[in-house]
Structures are given as structure tokens and as C-alpha cells.
């Protein structure tokens, strides 16, 4: 099904408002819903689930080191939108269907609020999965001045809850980001960018079985899930109208699978401020940005002297990522519109500061332990592409338990055929550098054969990162300095499709 591009204006989701606001701390109430909501003018209103009946759900924003408390409930049906494949770890028969916990992606939080995949619970906190511990999380916030993002991740239908719309934005601000004068209130919008497919009659389609069934078993895990239709902020194909002034957007990948290269067809400069942990040592001018699923990119725009022009943002990054089908122009190359025709309401003095944070680099001679870890992919016991982290399922025994203050490298060794977006909970990283290496003699001798010299990290990606894009056949290092929490925390790959699957460990920051 084909719908119009550019028909229905951009959505922004609300800012939630606390139940309670102290000098001490900040209270609020989130309940997850399902209900109805039109997300093309030309398609019957599809069902969905939300936050505080809202998809995606309303921003959440904190001061930096601001005392946060959250309590998360679930008030979901007991019947879920899309076909749970009972084959997969966490979603045997012997768990309620519908389950939830909620991560912000990228925050610095004790272990218990984290949203432990094994932490869910149910309507009413009726059920709760081995690892819950409490009804109330609580973040301390600890992070500079980012784009944070919380989304489900109960274990092994995290694909199918975030699908179901269960995302939102949260972000951290702080007076050091304030002082540098960046676009801000009107100007400031963030861009929640997935995929998805439709059914005739509007609701969302998820399948039901590989491409290779398995007789006799529902079986709904796919290595990967690609739709064919674009939304942002829960809109197919949004347009945005426009001040000719400079915008700053917070751009995140929320997709299950698909990567995006964005552009603007005017060829102009996006000016990139930020990464996953917050703002660049300066901004950098690019013309096309890479986002892997969990990654987010804050830009300036200039649209000034452009009155009266529309102007696309485009995608042409292969899917799956990379050696996958190059994105129709027409449908899936294209994201959102921009229609300068708002007259200016003031004179723009905001601006793109020259310097802004330092980023200080984190010292190689400070590391205290190396860890060579395998993205590998095997056969499961039906014949199922599976991917692992360093050949082991989630179940396995704990293997990564770094000290707390310590600092280590990571290699993440790439044998696959996919790039893979890296994400570890808790800490931010920094990434050192990229390299191509022989994989069939790392398959034989375990020796890492290097083929080619290192590469450094992209300019768009040399900043605070918690998600990195290792690429297939390269060898990516990181380096990290882990705290200032200790307690059971994870690392997995963000293709949804992959963490639901055994692609996800859980680790343990130790005394
Ligand atoms: Cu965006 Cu483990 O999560
Ligand atoms: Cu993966």
C-alpha cells in the first residue's frame, strides 16, 4: 500500500508534566495504554500502545544531577498486537503474553530503575519477571546536557513492544548547554524516525513467520524486520512548516532494523552539535548523516533566504545494513518535508558557536583490561539464523565483570555478515577506531589478521557514544570507563530483531 507523501503535518509530543516537583525531587506517573490513532489522514485510525496514550510517548525533561523518581505502569490488554514467537528466550508459555519494563536508553541509573529485561511486570504489577525490584524507578540524572530515549525491553518481545509504539524521548538539560545560545523552544524539535508496514484496514503489520516457516510452530523471529512506509514522530511521511531561521532537530534511528543515511535534497549543510551523550567539541558541517537503530544525531538546520522552498530529508542507506536493497527513492529514500513558509516571527540570534563542550579523550594508558569479544552468527535448533555476542546466549553464566572505575577496551570483533549497533547500558564510550581483518583465519586460528591499517572514528561519530556501528569484517574498538553505579547491567546489539534473539549479555559492574 502506497500512501501520500507530505500530507500530514509533523506531530510533537507533549512535554509531561510531574505529579510532584520539590527541591528535592521530581515525581511522575507514566501508564502504558492501548488506543487508537491516526497515523496517515488516509488510513483508518490504527491501533497502538503508548505512554500516557500517546505514540511516541511525551518527552520527558530533566535538569542535569535533577532527582527523579518514575512510576511506570502498565495498563495494557492481556492480548498482544503481534504474534509472540514462544521458540524465543523470555517468551516461553510460562509467562503472561503482555509484559513491560521501560529503559531510558543511555542513562546514567542504578541497576534496579535500569529496566532489566527480566525486571518486567504486568498489568497492576499483577506479575513480575525473577529480577524486578521495585515499582518506582529512580535516576539520578548524571549525565551532561543529551538526547536520551525510553523505550521497552522486556525480553524477548522487546521488538514486538516497541513496534507496538512503546518509545519516547528524554531529555537532559543543563545551564553549560544553555550559555551557548543553540535554537530552543519553538526551535528545537526532536524526530523519532522508524519504519513500519500496514495492513488494508490501517492497523500495523508485523509477520507471523520467517521467510524460511517452520511447519507446525508460530515462529514470528525474523533476523531482521525492514518496513516499507517512513514515520516520524508517529506521522507516515510528515511535513514540517518552517520559520526561514536555524532549527535545531534531535534526530534518533527508534527503527527495529533499518539504518538511515539522511540528507536534504537542497544539498545544504546540516550542522551536527551532539551525539548519543551530548554535545561536540564544536559542530560539525555534513552532508549526510549515518543512524544505526538507538543512535541520535542533534543538528542545526539553517533555513534562512530559503523562504518559499520545500525541502526533503532523504534516506539512502541499504536495508538491511549494509548489502541489503538499496531504499526506493520514491517511498522508503524519502523521510520528511521541510516547508519554509512561516514568516519570521523574530530576528534569529541564535547561533552555531565556533566551540562548545570539550570532550576530553579518555586515556589508553589508563586501561586496566582488554576484552576480545566475537559477534558471531550460528544455526539454532531449527535452522534459525541466530546471532550471538561472543558465541554465548543470554543464559550463559556472566563473562563481563569490569571493576567499578575502571577503564576498558572493548574489541568487538565482527565475523557476520551485518553491521551491528553496539549498545552498552550505563556508560558512554568513546570509540578508537575501526579495521579491517581476515575473518576466515580468525575463524580458524583465533588470531586477529589485519588487513588493513586503522581507521579513526567518522567526525559525526567523535564524541560521547553509547550505540556504535560495528561493521561487518572490522574489528571496532571502544573504550570506556565503567561507574558510577555497580550491579547487573547489559550489552546487546539494538537491531530489535537481534537482542529478542540471543543477541544480548547481561554484564556486572563488580567492587
Ligand atoms: Cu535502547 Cu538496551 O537499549
Ligand atoms: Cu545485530
Known amino acids: 500500500?502506497?500512501?501520500?507523501?507530505?500530507?500530514?503535518?509533523?506531530?510533537?509530543?507533549?512535554?509531561?508534566?510531574?505529579?510532584?516537583k520539590d527541591p528535592f525531587y521530581t515525581y511522575y506517573e507514566v501508564t502504558m495504554t492501548e488506543f487508537r490513532q491516526s497515523l496517515h489522514r488516509q488510513l483508518n485510525d490504527s491501533t497502538v500502545w503508548g505512554y500516557e496514550d500517546g505514540y511516541p510517548g511525551p518527552t520527558i525533561e530533566v535538569?542535569?544531577?535533577?532527582?527523579?523518581?518514575?512510576?511506570?505502569?502498565?495498563?495494557?490488554?492481556?492480548?498482544?498486537?503481534?504474534?509472540?514467537?514462544?521458540?524465543?528466550?523470555?517468551?516461553?508459555?510460562?509467562?503472561?503474553?503482555?509484559?513491560?519494563?521501560?529503559?531510558?536508553?543511555?542513562?546514567?541509573?542504578?541497576?534496579?530503575?535500569?529496566?532489566?529485561?527480566e525486571a518486567w511486570f504486568t498489568k497492576g504489577f499483577k506479575h513480575v519477571g525473577p529480577y524486578f525490584r521495585k515499582q518506582i524507578y529512580r535516576y539520578d540524572n548524571c549525565n551532561h546536557a543529551c538526547t536520551l530515549w525510553y523505550h521497552d525491553h522486556t525480553l524477548g518481545i522487546t521488538r514486538l513492544n516497541i513496534y507496538a509504539g512503546l518509545a519516547g524521548f528524554y531529555l537532559i538539560r543543563e545551564n553549560r548547554e544553555r550559555s551557548l545560545n543553540l535554537p530552543s523552544g519553538n526551535y528545537e524539535i526532536p524526530l523519532m524516525i522508524q519504519d513500519r508496514t500496514f495492513n488494508k484496514d490501517g492497523?500495523?503489520?508485523?509477520?507471523?513467520?520467517?521467510?524460511?516457516?517452520?511447519?507446525?510452530?508460530?515462529?514470528?523471529?525474523?533476523?531482521?524486520?525492514i518496513g516499507d512506509t517512513i514515520l516520524v514522530n508517529g506521522k507516515v511521511w510528515p511535513y514540517l512548516k518552517v520559520e526561514p531561521r536555524k532549527y535545531?532537530?534531535?534526530?534518533?534511528?527508534?527503527?527495529?532494523?533499518?539504518?538511515?543515511?539522511?540528507?536534504?535534497?537542497?544539498?545544504?549543510?546540516?550542522?551536527?552539535?551532539?551525539?548519543?551523550?551530548?554535545?561536540?567539541?564544536?559542530?560539525i558541517g555534513i552532508k549526510e548523516i549515518m543512524l544505526a537503530p538507538a543512535e541520535r544525531a542533534d543538528v542545526i538546520i539553517d533555513f534562512t533566504n530559503l523562504e518559499g522552498k520545500n525541502i526533503i530529508m532523504t534516506n539512502d542507506a541499504p536495508a538491511p545494513f549494509p548489502g541489503g536493497d538499496k531504499p526506493?527513492?520514491?517511498?522508503?529514500?524519502?523521510?520528511?518535508?521541510?516547508?519554509?513558509?512561516?514568516?519570521?516571527?523574530?530576528?534569529?540570534?541564535?547561533?552555531?558557536?565556533?566551540?562548545?563542550?570539550?570532550?576530553?579523550?579518555?586515556?589508553?594508558q589508563s586501561v586496566s583490561r582488554i576484552r576480545y569479544l566475537t559477534l558471531n552468527d550460528t544455526m539454532d535448533q531449527y535452522g534459525r539464523e541466530w546471532m550471538?555476542?561472543?558465541?554465548?546466549?543470554?543464559?550463559?553464566?556472566?563473562?563481563?565483570?569490569?571493576?567499578?572505575?575502571?577503564?576498558?577496551?572493548?574489541?568487538?570483533?565482527?565475523?557476520?555478515?551485518?553491521?551491528?549497533?553496539?549498545?552498552?547500558?550505563?556508560?558512554?564510550f568513546q570509540i578508537l577506531d575501526r579495521r579491517n581483518f581476515d575473518v576466515d583465519t580468525f575463524n580458524k586460528e583465533k588470531v586477529i589478521d589485519y588487513t588493513g591499517p586503522a581507521m579513526p572514528p567518522e567526525p559525526q561519530e567523535r564524541g560521547w557514544k553509547d550505540t556504535v556501528r560495528a561493521n561487518p569484517k572490522q574489528v571496532t574498538r571502544i573504550i570506556m570507563q565503567f561507574g558510577p553505579f555497580t550491579g547487573l547491567y547489559i550489552w546487546h546489539c539494538h537491531i530489535l530483531e537481534h537482542e529478542d534473539y540471543e543477541m544480548m549479555r547481561p554484564y556486572r559492574i563488580i567492587r
Open 203 to 225: 492497523s500495523l503489520y508485523y509477520p507471523k513467520q520467517p521467510e524460511k516457516p517452520i511447519p507446525e510452530l508460530e515462529t514470528s523471529i525474523t533476523p531482521e524486520f
Open 388 to 428: 550471538l555476542l561472543d558465541h554465548k546466549p543470554w543464559a550463559a553464566p556472566i563473562s563481563e565483570n569490569p571493576k567499578l572505575g575502571a577503564t576498558e577496551i572493548w574489541y568487538l570483533i565482527n565475523v557476520t555478515g551485518n553491521s551491528h549497533p553496539i549498545h552498552l547500558h550505563l556508560i558512554d
Open 63 to 117: 535538569e542535569r544531577g535533577e532527582k527523579v523518581l518514575i512510576k511506570w505502569m502498565n495498563n495494557l490488554p492481556d492480548k498482544h498486537l503481534f504474534p509472540i514467537d514462544y521458540t524465543v528466550h523470555g517468551a516461553h508459555q510460562d509467562v503472561p503474553d503482555v509484559r513491560t519494563v521501560v529503559h531510558v536508553h543511555g542513562a546514567c541509573v542504578e541497576w534496579e530503575s535500569d529496566g532489566y529485561p
Open 248 to 283: 535545531r532537530f534531535r534526530l534518533l534511528n527508534a527503527s527495529n532494523t533499518r539504518f538511515y543515511r539522511i540528507k536534504l535534497d537542497s544539498g545544504q549543510l546540516m550542522y551536527q552539535i551532539a551525539t548519543d551523550g551530548g554535545l561536540l567539541d564544536y559542530p
Open 328 to 364: 526506493d527513492p520514491n517511498t522508503v529514500g524519502q523521510v520528511m518535508q521541510f516547508r519554509v513558509t512561516l514568516p519570521l516571527s523574530s530576528v534569529d540570534t541564535s547561533t552555531i558557536p565556533a566551540h562548545m563542550i570539550p570532550v576530553p579523550k579518555i586515556k589508553e
Open 1 to 20: 500500500m502506497i500512501l501520500s507523501k507530505f500530507v500530514d503535518e509533523l506531530p510533537i509530543p507533549p512535554i509531561l508534566k510531574p505529579r510532584w
